[in-house]
């Protein structure tokens, strides 16, 4: 059911996502890759989809986010524009777009919003991206960082566990959210840190902070749309909840219909011309 009213059903901006969080309004997020789901998602009234480069592996069926590309990934961000008319559109930068270079960084982001016609990017880091978020920001396009567990640095991690518990990289972490905070990001994704922290960090900074496993004290929250639809099966992380069991239910209809296609049930004499 649609939570939309007369003032929820304006369009979401950046600068209203802050608002949001000045007025302790949570912020929800759901990913999506394609315009059937997309359209579906923001006529429910979600404030901002994110075109993650989770598509490498819900969409693409990679182990990693690594392999997809910035053809792919405008590909996917064009395709759930269409289907929006409220929810802010982010599309994620994917891997080796925008790290070590700042003006292959800044020709990866025109080429996302003039092409995609979404409405912000997304990065991974901190202080290691700082360069190339500063030279985005300087030609008008919003930025929204990622700090915690970064997929994109999972061969260097080795490993997908909760980030940031030891207090150096609980201070880096925090320090680099200052840091994007005050060059002007609009939002932060928190993914995989303990709860305290990501609180710690919500009430330090003035721009909003989007949890994924990061506990309830951030401003907003994101899932992976598969994950919470219950598509995808294989993937159960303590911070996922399932809203449905849709791999079931489409399971249990493809049966049907190849049980009616077998016994000639399908179609029906109403069912052809």
């Known amino acids: 059911m649609s939570t939309n009213t007369s003032d929820s059903a304006r369009k979401v901006t950046t600068r209203r996502l802050i608002e949001m969080k000045q007025r302790g309004e949570k912020i929800s997020m759901l990913t999506a890759y394609d315009y059937t789901s997309a359209k579906i998602i923001d006529e429910a009234g979600i ?3 994110l075109v993650g480069d989770s598509a ?13 590309t910035l053809d792919q990934m405008i590909y996917h961000g064009k395709s759930v524009v269409k289907g929006v008319s409220r929810a802010l559109v982010i599309v994620d930068m994917p891997f080796g777009s925008y790290q070590g270079n700042s003006k292959e960084a800044l020709a990866s982001a025109i080429r996302i919003m003039k092409e995609s016609h979404a409405e912000a990017v997304k990065m991974e880091g901190g202080k290691e991206v700082r360069e190339s978020i500063e030279r985005i920001l300087s030609a008008g396009i919003p930025v929204m960082g990622h700090l915690g567990l970064t997929p994109q640095s999972i061969n260097k991690f080795g490993t997908y566990n909760v980030r940031a518990r030891e207090e150096a990289e609980a201070e880096k972490l925090l320090s680099d959210a200052r840091m994007l905070d005050e060059i002007g990001c609009f939002g932060i994704v928190l993914e995989k840190i303990p709860a305290e922290l990501a609180e710690k960090v919500s009430a330090e900074i003035s721009i909003p902070t989007i949890g994924i496993g990061a506990g309830r004290g951030c401003d907003g ?36 219909y190849i049980e009616d296609v077998k016994h000639g049930d399908f179609p029906s004499a109403t069912e052809q011309y």
């Not at 969409?59 to 690594?66: E, I, P, Y």
């Not at 995808?232 to 239910?249: C, E, K, M, Q, V």
């Open 47 to 49: 404030d901002a989809i």
């Open 56 to 68: 490498s592996n819900v969409m693409a069926g990679n182990v990693t986010t690594l392999p997809i």
């Open 221 to 256: 929250q994101v899932l992976v749309m598969h994950d919470m639809l219950g598509l995808n099966r294989g993937f159960s992380p303590r911070f996922l909840r399932r809203y449905a069991d849709l791999h079931t239910i489409m399971t249990d209809a493809v049966g049907r």
